[in-house]
């Protein structure tokens, strides 16, 4: 059997730390009824309420019919309503119910729990550089994927409270000049 070379050794650990870290945000999620796409599009309406189906795709990079298919689930568990727009009444807007607040606070506390988990032990510095060398490596797979840089303006900071990397997701909407 040959041996991996280094950087085969860390496209295969970073394969597993991705499938583990998928794994466990699932089991959290399952734990209060969530499907693993959701809790962005609860966050997006927690932080804005009232956008269209076209808005929520463009900040979740989805298509229109991705989105559409998870306001149904999101509507048939009662976290979500979808009203007709005031000025237009073709384009329906979408709202957290009282009930999709709550759950989206429990979303928030399950990521937070992966967030502790996932980074235990790591000093603040190891916190800093990992999120240096996370950064890279997206820049450069974004480069080999056709050379323009993710749409997501992601900032991650060092979070002391929970030992771990606080991401906040901010998308830009492409311009079609």
Do not use: W
Request: net charge positive.
């Amino acid at each position: 059997m040959s041996q991996l070379s280094p950087s085969e050794a860390l496209d295969f650990l970073l394969g597993q730390v991705c499938r583990l870290h998928y794994a466990r945000a699932q089991v959290l999620l399952d734990e209060i009824g969530l499907y693993r796409g959701q809790p962005p599009l609860l966050y997006i309406l927690h932080e804005q309420q009232g956008l269209t189906h076209t808005e929520l795709a463009s900040h979740l990079q989805v298509t229109p019919a991705t989105v559409t298919k998870m306001l149904q689930r999101l509507e048939r568990a009662g976290f979500v309503q979808r009203r007709p727009d005031a000025a237009d009444q073709r384009v329906s807007r979408v709202y957290l119910t009282d009930a999709g607040l709550a759950i989206q606070g429990q979303a928030a506390t399950a990521l937070r729990r992966l967030a502790d988990e996932t980074f235990a032990e790591f000093t603040l510095e190891e916190r800093v550089v990992l999120r240096r060398l996370m950064l890279q490596m997206r820049d450069n797979l974004g480069r080999a994927l056709g050379g323009e840089p993710p749409d997501l303006n992601t900032t991650a900071e060092p979070s002391s409270s929970s030992g771990g990397l606080r991401l906040r997701a901010r998308c830009a909407k492409r311009s079609s000049a």
